[in-house]
């Protein structure tokens, strides 16, 4: 289609009508602009001028203005990709030359490759020879290793037969259990096993201790000092969970074995007894180190 040739020029002038006095042109109101004109309405020969005028403004200045831009652009765009095409053929042309170069080269590593790998195949082939006698020669010493150490764990058995087991039995009426008016005396029963090897020399106490209650006046338990005797003393200070009663209930408690002084009872929460109501020892067995060397 070719561009039209009419002029686009409307009403350039403003002109006052000399019989009426009013403008040849006049803006549309606020509520026409945005509504445009309501239904039988009758539109003033003001505003159509206006509106022609605005139209042929516009399209004058796109005549003159925008279109010779537009052309600016599209000829020198249309330049710009003639020359990018030229240059993008011509290195697509090195591109492919190079891919030929490069293929000739590795096509020549290649067979390069190919020669190491058949001579490593032939060097690995004996080194799997020597490789062999070698794990051969191991597993020879470790059959001869395990003979041995067979041999020496047959002599430990033996050596471990001849010193476990010795058994010592004790008992007495000296322990005294404080935390009372008086000092609570308790009829002990123990056993001391000795288990020696040429390594070790343990020996473990079994002490047997019959249910002791009286009536609290203290927050304190345990056996006193003076009357533990040194053959229930551990060479090192230990602890041992062992059952009491506190104010009639019977609790769980820690009993703390020493080498020296009093031999402390403490209920598992670390809380003190009750200074009142029944208190001291459930009948059980306390099992705890002496010595070992």
Known sequence: MAKPTEI??????DQTD?????PNVAAPSTAEQDYGY?????????????LFRAIGKFLTWFDTEEVPRLDGRITTEATTRDDADDALQGGLFAEIDNREA?????????????????????????????????IDDVQDNL?????????????????????????????GTT????????????NWYAQFQRHRCAVVDLTE????????????????????????????????????????????????GILTITTTGDWEIRRW??????????KGLAPQLIRYRKSMA
């Open 8 to 13: 686009y020029d409307w009403a350039l002038l």
């Open 18 to 22: 000399p019989t009426s006095g009013q």
């Open 38 to 50: 309501p239904r039988q309405a009758r539109p003033s020969r003001q505003k159509i001028n206006y």
């Open 102 to 134: 490069a293929d000739l080269v590795l096509q020549g590593n290649i067979d390069t490759v190919s020669g190491g790998l058949a001579t490593e195949v032939t060097t690995r082939g004996g080194a799997d020879t020597i490789l062999q006698g070698n």
């Open 143 to 171: 059959d001869a290793e395990a003979l041995t150490r067979s041999t020496a764990d047959g002599a430990l058995d033996t050596r471990l037969d001849l010193y476990d087991g010795d058994t010592t039995e004790a008992s």
């Open 175 to 186: 322990l005294e259990l404080f935390g009372f008016t008086s000092n609570l005396p308790i």
């Open 205 to 252: 106490v079994a002490l047997w201790l019959p249910s002791t209650t009286g009536t609290s006046t203290d927050t304190t338990l345990g056996f006193a000092s003076a009357s533990i005797p040194a053959s229930l003393r551990p060479d090192v200070d230990q602890v041992a969970p062992i059952e009491v009663y506190d104010n009639n209930s019977l609790v769980m």
């Open 269 to 278: 929460d670390d809380t003190g007894f009750t200074a009142s109501g029944t």
